[in-house]
């Protein structure tokens, strides 16, 4: 019986994005404020999974203790470090999330005792953008928006007394309101050029439309596709993915919905 167990750990560091074949315009063009010569910085968030059979002896799929110390001693080279300057391993590479967390892997995976295998490496630059990675040849980036909206909960196929009876207050006739957040994560090669999978501003722009159309409306009174259907945070989180899959394609991989902290909706074609 294989048990996945997480831990986050923390690092902070600088870095530039820059790419020394492309003119200066086509690097500020791509990378914007990220091509700033002396660098900036962030807190990075490091999410390691681990999958094993739990240890009959101990009840454990690994020591945390001794994942601690892997890892503590995987992240001392980069913990307080210009990524860039200091390290190796970003001379040919940028020091993109995408590629800082393939060379974590590369770094922690071999560390691990015999029977645990690393399952994934969640890297977040900021509280709301991240890398994933699970060892393959394509790695996944994602960020998280948010928009406000009010909606009812009410079918056409029910009476009224069956709609008072499943939705109870939701059902409120006038409505009510969420902040919807929910994380779009696209999955894809890494581009050696940029060591990107998609540009953040792509990204946006492909989402930006979505938030432009739901952000501070009322689902069911505004928007045909909830007209037609109960505006259940299933029905937004398949209507999230099909109009970002219009734009992404086949990049899109999943995507994960918060209609409050403690309500989450998840939709994509292959389970992160
Ligand atoms: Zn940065
Ligand atoms: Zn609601």
Redesign the pocket.
Known sequence: MEVLTSKRFEFSAAHRYWNAEWSPERNVEVFGKCTNAYGHGHNYVLEVTTAGEVDLATGMVINVTELKRTVGRVLEGFDHKHLNEDMAYFRDRQPTTENIVQVLWSLIAPELPSGVRLHRLRLYETADIFADFYGGMTASFGRSYQFSAA?R?DSSQLSPDENVALYGK?NNEKG?G?DYRFEVTVDGPVDPATGMVINLVELDAAVQPLLDELDHTHLDRQHAFFQERPSTAEHVVVYLWQRLAAVLGRRLRWIKLW?TPNNIFEYGVREP
């Open positions: 909606h909960l939701c009510h969420h209609e």
